[in-house]
């Protein structure tokens, strides 16, 4: 029973019709086959759908913060910035235990594969007690975050991040940064705790924190004893404020300055990279790295706006990620990441290439093969050897009548607020059917528990 079929699949040429995907027991495609005839309805081959498409990759996620969505929009007296927001997030990190982390992280999975992802990387910081002490197990956190991830059924990349220093130029930890504090002893330390969890559904890289927090010292300690291809991702140049900071530490703007002094390549993606000059964007493009673009956090924050067409143009390879967690729609992420470059330039379909020139295809495609190379797994193509992860769209609702192929994507990302994300399979497994995650309501009961206890630290 391996198998479905659909009417109409996104293969990674494009749309095809009468697909057969068949996948094995590990959850891996074994076959695709399009012009197949149709199973009869009810027989016991294949279960029929009408659009499948391969499952978003969330390329970057501080799974905590989920909990702090929508509590941190009250102004404050002095004028609110990330840097303000910031505060208010140690505030909440302060207090979190592993059990909460769990919790919160395993209610945004189910909320991610809701909404198509069926990947994430999980950019991970909280992994020291309250006290600022290793936990027993040095992987702890991390542990209880891969736990929720299996719960929920989707795949996990986990990053644990090397944080030591609070500025450029190795400037000491705040207090309020102590459970954030690893060195890159540490960080391998967690890293070979972590070995033991690798499958088909997880895999372990490492994430130096920014180069306000990690010195070059200890990126080189840290990727010499790490694999050759696991994932390497970095925030960088998120702000204004931190280009300033590093010109006066260095002279050199912070991707200029990762360019010139760390072996940058595809095993890299540069989260944000948000503020660029034009020798960055060809440098970023040239390295193959992957921009790790998140529009619906960038936004709130206020950090600005990725200079997405020069960098298509010069062949730069994207993804996009939920970040801060206040959407957890791919649809949302792709649709902001278009519409900020309208804005931006008063021009209409700006992400688009040569050979496609439907927005929503290209994004779509886009964000699946930059997200694939952040994950370091074999997802996001419906092709053999790739992760059996699909979703499938509503096919019933109004949005989705009268389309030509060419615009069933258009549809799902740039009308309307419903969500058409109808079922969604990860490694063969279904996890959402009918816009209900399987394991939705323990989850959320848990969630809401946290939630409740969480509150008297705010
Ligand atoms: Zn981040």
């Not at 005839?37 to 970057?60: C, K, W």
């Not at 395993?106 to 909404?115: D, G, I, N, P, T």
């Not at 992994?127 to 736990?147: H, L, N, S």
């Not at 970040?323 to 949302?332: C, N, P, R, T």
């Amino acid at each position: 029973m391996n198998k479905l079929f659909a009417r109409h699949a996104l293969l990674p040429d494009g749309w095809a019709s009468d697909v057969l995907i068949e996948w094995d027991s590990t959850g891996a495609i074994i076959a695709v086959a399009s012009g197949t005839p149709a199973p009869q309805q009810g027989s016991t081959g294949a279960t029929r759908v009408e659009y499948a498409l391969p499952g978003m990759i969330n390329l970057h996620s501080h799974s905590f913060q989920r909990a702090l969505g929508g509590r941190t929009e009250k102004a404050g007296d002095s004028k609110d910035s990330f840097w303000t927001w910031r505060d208010l997030m140690y505030r909440f990190a302060r207090n979190i235990t592993p059990a909460h982390i769990e919790a919160i992280a395993a209610q945004l999975f189910s909320e991610c594969l809701r909404h198509g992802y069926t990947s994430l990387c999980e950019f991970h910081y909280v992994q020291r007690a309250p006290d600022g002490a290793m936990y027993p197990r040095p992987a702890e956190t991390a542990e209880r975050v891969i736990a929720a991830a299996r719960l929920a059924g989707i795949g996990i990349t986990m990053l644990p991040v090397l944080y030591s220093y609070s500025g450029f130029g190795e400037m000491p930890l705040k207090p309020e940064q102590a459970r954030f504090k690893t060195d890159a002893e540490d960080v391998l330390r967690i890293v070979e705790a972590l070995e033991e969890q690798r499958d088909v559904q997880v895999e372990v890289g490492v994430a130096p924190h920014s180069l306000r927090a990690a010195s070059v010292t200890q990126i080189a300690e840290v990727l010499a004893a790490l694999p050759k291809q696991r994932p390497v991702h970095i925030h960088i140049a998120e702000q204004q404020g931190e280009v300033q900071q590093s010109l006066s530490w260095s002279g050199r703007r912070p991707v200029q300055w990762l360019l010139e002094n760390v072996p940058v390549d595809r095993r890299w993606c540069l989260i944000h990279a948000t503020h660029l000059a034009e020798d960055e964007i060809s440098g970023i493009a040239a390295s193959g790295a992957v921009a790790g673009l998140c529009p619906t956090t960038e936004a709130n924050l206020g950090d600005g706006l990725f200079p997405l067409e020069s960098f298509l143009a010069q062949g730069g390879v994207f993804g996009i990620g939920s970040d801060s967690h206040v959407s957890q729609s791919a649809v949302e992420e792709l649709r902001w990441l278009e519409y900020g470059q309208r804005l931006q330039h008063q021009r209409r379909n700006i992400a688009v290439s040569a050979t496609e020139r439907n927005v929503a295809d290209f994004l779509w495609q886009g964000a699946l093969r930059g997200g694939a190379q952040a994950a370091g797994r074999p997802v996001g193509a419906i092709a053999t050897g790739h992760r059996a992860d699909i979703v499938v769209l509503d096919d019933a609702h109004p949005n989705m009548f009268g389309l030509a192929l060419d615009e069933v994507l258009g549809s799902f990302v740039f009308s309307g607020n419903d969500n058409l994300v109808r079922d969604v399979m990860v490694g063969g497994q279904w996890v959402v059917r009918n816009q209900q995650h399987l394991a939705q309501q323990a989850i959320a009961a848990r969630f809401k528990q946290t939630l409740a206890e969480l509150r008297e630290f705010r």
